[in-house]
C-alpha cells in the first residue's frame, strides 16, 4: 500500500522521539533511520564488515559491535571521518528504509530522521516535512539531563546539525515543543495526522 510519506526530523534534545511515538498511535508506520543504524552496527551487523575494514578493530567494543562512543569522538576530530562512515551506512538505511515503506500497510508512512536536511537526499524521498523545533538551551538541558553528556559534548553534536532556521526553511509543517505539555503536543501531532490523511 502506498501511503503519504512524511519526513519527520528535528535536532538533538527536541522531542522528536515522543513526537514520532504520537505518530503511531495516530495509526501511522513509523521507521526510524537511526534504529537501522543501529541494527547495523551490532555485532554481526551489515555494516561491521566494512567498517572493520575502514576504521581498523580499535572502533569495535568487546562483543564486535561499533563503539559508538569511540566513533563519536573520531567524527568530531576528523569530519572526513564522518564522510567516510556515511558512505558505509547510508546505502545501507537507504534499502531498509525503502524495503519497510513497501512492506507498510498504513496511509501514513513516517520517515524518522534526525540527518534529514543536512542529507541532501531525503526531500526529495518524502511529500511532506515535520520539523520538531525548540530553543537550543532547552535541546543542551534535556540532553544532559537525559543522557549524562556534557555541555561542551551536546554543543559538539549541534555544531554538526543543521541549524534551526534551515531545517525551518525546508519544513511543511513546525512543531515549537517548548513550554508545553506532552499532551499537548500529542494532539498538535494527532490533528496533523487527521489534516495530511485527509480525514480533518
Known amino acids: 500500500m502506498a501511503g503519504m510519506k512524511i519526513g519527520l526530523t528535528g535536532g538533538i534534545g527536541s522531542g522528536k522521539s515522543m513526537v514520532a511515538s504520537f505518530w503511531v498511535e495516530a495509526g ?24 572493520l575494514a575502514e576504521f581498523g578493530p580499535t572502533m569495535l567494543t568487546a562483543d564486535g559491535s561499533l563503539d559508538r562512543q569511540r566513533m ?3 567524527v568530531f576530530a576528523e569530519p572526513a571521518a564522518k564522510q ?23 496511509d501514513l508512512i513516517v520517515f524518522d530522521v534526525p540527518l534529514l536536511v543536512e542529507s541532501g537526499r531525503w526531500l526529495a ?12 538551551e532547552t535541546q543542551i538541558v534535556r540532553v544532559m539531563q537525559r543522557s549524562g553528556w556534557t555541555r561542551p559534548a551536546v554543543e559538539a553534536v549541534l ?3 543543521a541549524r534551526r532556521s534551515e531545517r ?10 517548548e513550554g508545553i505539555s506532552p ?3 500529542r ?10 490523511s485527509g480525514r480533518l
Open 187 to 196: 494532539l498538535q501531532v494527532l490533528t496533523l495526522a487527521q489534516r495530511w
Open 125 to 136: 524521498r518524502v511529500e511532506r516535512v515535520l520539523v520538531v523545533d525548540c530553543e537550543e
Open 159 to 161: 555544531a554538526l546539525q
Open 84 to 106: 567516510r562512515l556515511e558512505s558505509i551506512l547510508h546505502p545501507l538505511i537507504g534499502q531498509q528504509t525503502r524495503a519497510a515503506a513497501a512492506a507498510a500497510r498504513t
Open 72 to 74: 563519536r569522538e573520531l
Open 28 to 51: 501511522a508506520t513509523v521507521i526510524d533511520s537511526d534504529a537501522i543504524a543501529r541494527q547495523l552496527t551490532l555485532a554481526r551487523g551489515a555494516a561491521m564488515p566494512s567498517i
Open 168 to 177: 525551518r526553511a525546508c519544513a511543511d509543517a513546525v512543531i515549537y515543543n
Open 183 to 185: 499532551a499537548e503536543l
